[in-house]
């Protein structure tokens, strides 16, 4: 194999090492600016997170209700227990939905909120859409189940983030 020459090379021992090509900077495009400002919309963050959690509760309602047997399974012809089955998977879907909807409704909403008042994006805004999310599921059973559900979903929420490394 032939090594070319440079012309310009004066016999040196040193030689400069080659330059760095400097990309340009891409600017985003205006759809692109305008799909990160819909998202940072927190109204916007808000009903999709409670749709998606919806989509999942769904889901689990299936298959939840799925595995759920009849208690007087052996007197029932196979008709009687896919009817059986198809009611229990029907319901546990719609419950799980609407409470998983309100679930990411209402966590996604808080965090938004706070972390734009705050204009920090750190674990405190976890923490505290962690707490606003349980104490509002659980205070139907009163204030002390408000404070034990805010305790445990914030903590659980600040797990959740801590194992994804979200930070």
Same mark, same amino acid.
């Given at each position: 194999?032939?090594?070319?020459?440079?012309?310009?090379?004066?016999?040196?021992?040193?030689?400069?090492?080659?330059?760095?090509?400097?990309?340009?900077?891409?600017?985003?495009?205006?759809?692109?600016?305008?799909?990160?400002?819909?998202?940072?919309?927190?109204?916007?963050?808000?009903?999709?997170?409670?749709?998606?959690?919806? !989509?999942? !509760?769904?889901?689990?309602?299936?298959?939840?209700?799925?595995?759920?047997?009849?208690?007087?399974?052996?007197?029932?012809?196979?008709?009687?227990?896919?009817?059986?089955?198809?009611?229990?998977?029907? !319901?546990?879907?719609?419950?799980?939905?609407?409470?998983?909807?309100?679930?990411?409704?209402?966590?996604?909403?808080?965090?938004?909120?706070?972390?734009?008042?705050?204009?920090?994006?750190?674990?405190?805004?976890?923490?505290?859409?962690?707490?606003?999310?349980?104490?509002?599921?659980?205070?139907?059973?009163?204030?002390?189940?408000?404070?034990?559900?805010?305790?445990?979903?914030?903590?659980?929420?600040?797990?959740?983030?801590?194992?994804?490394?979200?930070?």
């Amino acid at each position: 194999m032939a090594s070319k020459v440079d012309p310009s090379d004066s016999g040196s021992l040193s030689e400069k090492p080659p330059e760095k090509q400097i990309e340009p900077v891409k600017l985003p495009s205006f759809e692109e600016i305008r799909g990160q400002d819909i998202w940072n919309n927190c109204a916007v963050r808000s009903v999709v997170s409670g749709v998606l959690g919806g !989509g999942l !509760g769904i889901f689990m309602g299936l298959f939840l209700g799925a595995l759920e047997n009849p208690l007087m399974q052996e007197q029932m012809t196979a008709k009687q227990q896919f009817i059986y089955t198809a009611k229990q998977m029907g !319901g546990r879907s719609w419950n799980s939905a609407k409470a998983f909807a309100v679930m990411g409704l209402i966590f996604s909403g808080v965090e938004c909120v706070v972390e734009k008042a705050r204009a920090k994006h750190d674990t405190t805004n976890t923490v505290a859409a962690g707490c606003v999310t349980g104490g509002a599921l659980s205070a139907k059973g009163g204030p002390k189940a408000a404070c034990l559900g805010c305790a445990g979903f914030a903590t659980f929420s600040v797990l959740i983030e801590k194992f994804l490394d979200r930070d």
